[in-house]
């Protein structure tokens, strides 16, 4: 019988692994998450798929293969825009909205 000790998550993976910046590796995560889906439930290949975000497919194959830490946030955001999706920010105080969401629409790029 083993002593293994478990310690529960905080939430982010990257704070509990003690990674620099582990909000921005946590979003950028979700927006690739979000970005496999989608080009899942279209069919799409990478190549299709590359040829839609102006990624190219060696790139877009690391991204989807967790390699994304040379990829902003904001070029996430804008290849699933190019897959025609939208995204919603909500920004929350205390979990309350802070105003209304912010939309980003899709557009053809």
Same mark, same amino acid.
């Given at each position: 019988?083993?002593? !293994?000790?478990?310690?529960?998550?905080? %939430?982010?993976?990257?704070?509990? +692994?003690?990674?620099?910046?582990?909000?921005?590796?946590?979003? $950028? @995560?979700?927006?690739?998450? $979000? &970005?496999?889906?989608? #080009? $899942?439930?279209?069919?799409?290949?990478?190549?299709? *798929?590359? $040829?839609?975000?102006? #990624?190219?497919?060696?790139?877009?194959?690391?991204? +989807?293969? %967790?390699?994304?830490? /040379?990829?902003?946030?904001?070029? &996430?955001?804008?290849?699933?825009?190019? +897959?025609?999706? /939208? #995204? /919603? #920010?909500?920004?929350?105080?205390?979990? !309350?909205?802070?105003? /209304?969401?912010? &939309?980003?629409? *899709?557009? @053809?790029?």
């Amino acid at each position: 019988m083993t002593n !293994e000790t478990v310690t529960q998550s905080g %939430g982010n993976v990257f704070a509990d +692994l003690g990674v620099a910046d582990a909000e921005s590796h946590l979003l $950028k @995560a979700g927006l690739v998450r $979000k &970005l496999a889906t989608v #080009i $899942k439930d279209r069919g799409l290949t990478q190549t299709a *798929a590359a $040829k839609l975000t102006g #990624i190219s497919q060696p790139d877009l194959s690391k991204v +989807l293969r %967790g390699r994304f830490r /040379e990829f902003s946030s904001d070029r &996430l955001i804008k290849a699933l825009s190019c +897959l025609d999706t /939208e #995204i /919603e #920010i909500t920004v929350r105080t205390r979990g !309350e909205p802070v105003g /209304e969401p912010i &939309l980003v629409h *899709a557009h @053809a790029c």
